[in-house]
């Protein structure tokens, strides 16, 4: 079949499945040109294998609150391709999480591990759990139910997973825990562990660390100086507190932060001691960021995304579809230089076309959030060598990725005219590398 054809019959077969189109879409239209000059990927119908997952596992999870009720929820894992590693992804708590969110996230993973340069295939799980307003026995006895049937399906070469929306160190820890006793074995099936327990230094601030290292290569490009940019951060958990940690720290000025209830705008700055405050906010309290304004006597909007206040550079680090065409025209006219997303495909296709059209410096997902499926990658190294790198190490290697990541999107993605379309180049570099490693291992 041609890639295209491959999307209208996913979207016959799968008609609600919107997300998952939507990420498929963007994928074939980029690497359509290159597919077409090898007439064995169409022989080998690889587009079609490639777009579907290897299998998708569903369960039910029930599970016991404080008050001795019973609750049931979905759980799912997503083995989307093993081509180039073992299954590698992380699981999302929320209550939007459904087959498509879960299907989209998973071929996503899939051409981002590949970028990684690191040996991971492809996998995404999770659960409609919504953990908000849950105690942590909660919280440890839903984990505990999702692995005792998950447990089955994962292993340290088999499939590994870790943390997304609505799972941390701490929810890692409890799955982790309750996979051990099960399986009787100590070994790296999860990543994000803690750090007396297998986990990597640097993997908490890895996807927001990454984030910025990739923002640096591309203001590179441009002879731009990321200091004193003002910068547009949405979300306010892991990836956009470790975003604004190393903006700040690169002489940059965070301004915004949200969560789904609304957004704060603080026109002097997050600083470390105001960043501190939300890090314990979100992490120790699960609290609002409306606190943060009342705190710190700024301007706080609810049930409003940040998008329309004046900035320089924009990071988008809360949750999928969260800049619509609107929204981008509006950072385009505030005169934003650069996107660069911490989410996984922030940006609709109307907002990520007016970004290009814009000309602007755009950085898809895939390719500026890899750092944190790196850094997993180098847990999964550390484990299986049973030693621990320092910190120094670990955060080399990650901008070194970071910085090679970069480099493919340029080699892949620049135009006639020079303008470095990041999302052709990160969905050329990744597909490539999958698209060998398949064709060597025959039709299976
Ligand atoms: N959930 C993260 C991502 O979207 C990390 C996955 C992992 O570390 O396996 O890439």
Known sequence: MKAIEVLEDLKRRFPHEQEYHQAVFEVLESIEEVYNQHPEFEKANLIERLCIPD??????????????????????????CNAIGPYKGGVRFHSSVSPSI????????????SLTTLPMGGAKGGSDFNPKGKSATEVMRFCQAFISELWRHIGPDTDVPAGDIGVGGREVGYMF???????????GTFTGKGLTFGGSLIRPEATGYGNVYFLLEMLKTKGIDIKGKRCLVSGSGNVAQYTCEKLIEMGAIPVTLSDSNGYIYDPEGITT????????????YRGRISEYAETYGCKYVANARPWGEKGDIALPCATQNEINGEEAKALV???????????????????????????LLYAPGKASNAGG?????LEMTQNSERISWSTEEVDSKLKWIMQNIHENCVKYGTEADGYVNYVKGANIAGFIKVARAMMSQGII
């Open 55 to 80: 299998r998708i596992f569903s369960f039910r999870v029930t599970w016991v609150d404080d008050k001795g009720n019973t609750h049931t929820n979905m759980g799912y894992r997503i083995q989307h």
């Open 102 to 113: 879960l299907k989209f996230l998973a071929f996503e993973q899939t051409f981002k591990n």
């Open 177 to 187: 825990g309750m996979y051990k006793k099960l399986t009787r074995e100590f070994t």
């Open 273 to 284: 001691e105001k960043l501190e405050y939300v890090k314990e906010l979100k992490e120790l």
């Open 333 to 359: 006219a505030n005169g934003v230089i650069a996107i660069s997303e911490g989410a996984n495909m922030p940006s609709t296709p109307e907002a990520i076309e007016v970004f290009q059209q814009a000309k």
């Open 373 to 377: 499926v790196s850094v997993s990658g």
